[in-house]
């Protein structure tokens, strides 16, 4: 079974600075799909980014990118210039392209932003 | 429009009542999905629906019963609930479910559930 794992309950970083999330999976396909969600205070769950792991290039998103290490099963977000309102809980989530199609989410790794 | 609503808001209820929960969506989206998330953990999938078919069912607990009236909308009733059942509620759509391919998922704003 895959298993996607974050271990970092919090991190913490100053505004316009930038931050790194990290997130570890463990599977034995080839294609599946991995994202990061943000969940800010109000509880809505939003897609930040999301990578094909068929794609060797690293996705991107304004400020937000991602450093996929397909043979290390590493999937990190970094966050530059950090805004007040990148405050959230992130999650990393694991779809596998063939099985079950359910999201698999970390642990989750509170981000807060400092002024 | 990717907008996923999901009412009430909040919802406080006993042990012997009955309540349900709805969640719409107007993206022509034909997978929804109820997730339950406890404080400070990622959201669990409890149902799938995939054109207005259970799909999933990951071995919910009767007292949770799942109605998908038609593609947009998707119910939730809730009956003799334990107060461990306390939570967030998450309802998310996506364009579909079981084809390969890489559909996002929409996710709405919840319900909070206390059960007393």
């Known amino acids: 079974a895959q298993t996607v794992t974050q271990s970092q309950p919090e991190m913490s970083v100053q505004e316009a600075e930038t931050v790194t999330l990290s997130c570890t999976y463990d599977t034995s396909e080839s294609d599946y799909y991995l994202f990061w969600y943000k969940q800010p205070p109000s509880r809505q769950m939003i897609l930040v980014i999301r990578q094909e792991a068929y794609k060797q290039q690293n996705a991107t998103e304004n400020r937000f990118s991602v450093n996929f290490q397909k043979a290390a099963k590493s999937f990190s977000l970094k966050i530059s210039d950090?805004?007040?309102?990148?405050?959230?809980?992130?999650?990393?989530?694991?779809?596998?392209?063939h099985n079950t199609d359910k999201l698999i989410f970390g642990t989750g790794t509170r981000l807060q932003v400092f002024p | 429009d990717t907008e996923v609503t999901q009412t009430p808001k909040h919802l406080v209820m006993g042990m012997t009542n009955k309540k349900s929960l709805k969640c719409e969506q107007h993206m022509g989206h034909r997978a929804m999905y109820w997730y339950k998330q406890k404080a400070k953990k990622p959201p669990e999938l409890m149902f799938v629906y995939s054109y207005e078919k259970l799909s999933i069912n990951e071995s919910v607990p009767s007292r949770f019963s799942p109605e998908c009236p038609n593609s947009s909308l998707l119910n939730l009733h809730l009956h003799a609930l334990q107060p461990e059942d306390s939570a967030l509620y998450l309802c998310a759509s996506s364009q579909d479910w079981s084809r390969r391919g890489f559909y996002e998922q929409y996710f709405g704003p919840g319900t909070r559930l206390t059960v007393t």
């Open chain 1, 82 to 97: 950090s805004q007040l309102g990148d405050a959230a809980m992130y999650f990393c989530a694991y779809r596998s392209e």
